[in-house]
């Protein structure tokens, strides 16, 4: 069975660091491309970052463009972000997600974590 | 950045409607396109990827149609776990971005 479970949330003043964990288990973690989301309290999803399967390219939101940056550790199926000069507004349920090549070009995030909670505040 | 709107933002349905939500991007993104199921509290659950094809284990009452800029979701007979928010997700290009959302309740 394909699981995700995301780690590292919490209470963070704002311009602290915070790291999140996603560890994969039930397929083969290297062979996929990896992405972060988020959801800020009552608004809308936002796609945050991915990674390709060996870590050599990486794509972000310009939201957190240099202040995020998206990690992989195939030998331990794990995705990380690790997340600096945290603002309120990054104050969000963060969420990694597997991104499924069907062929033909056709892909989809097709399994998600449960969500890590991460909030921002003084 | 590629915009994506929805309409309508909130529906009122009984169970057995037909329901339909439609996704419009502000540029062409072919058949880049998936629906996506959110509950409270819950992560997003894919329906429909590659803006037609039904994802594995979802029921055949949800079914997805369009291509290019026009997007429908439908919900040929509304069924009670289907009052949710329904989102639309264009992974045609960089940075992949969600319609804001239908809300589809219990009228």
Redo the contacts between chains.
Sequence with gaps: EVQLVESGGGLVQPGGSLRLSCAASGFTFSTYWMNWFRQAPGKGLEWLANIRQDGSEKFYVDSVKGRFTISRDNAKNSLYLQMNSLRAEDTAVYYCARRYFYGSGSYSFDYWGQGAQVTVSS | ?IQMTQSPSSLSASVGDRVTITCRASQDIR??L?W?Q?KPG?????LI??AS?L?AGVPSRFSGSGSGTDFTLTISSLQPEDFAIY?C?Q?HS????????TKVDFK
Excluded: E, I, W
Excluded at chain 2, 42 to 46: F, S, V
Excluded at chain 2, 94 to 101: A, D, E, I, K
């Design positions: 950045a058949n880049d998936g996506y959110q819950k992560a997003p659950k894919l990827y590659y094809r994802q989102l997700l992974d960089y940075p992949f971005t969600f319609g804001p959302g």
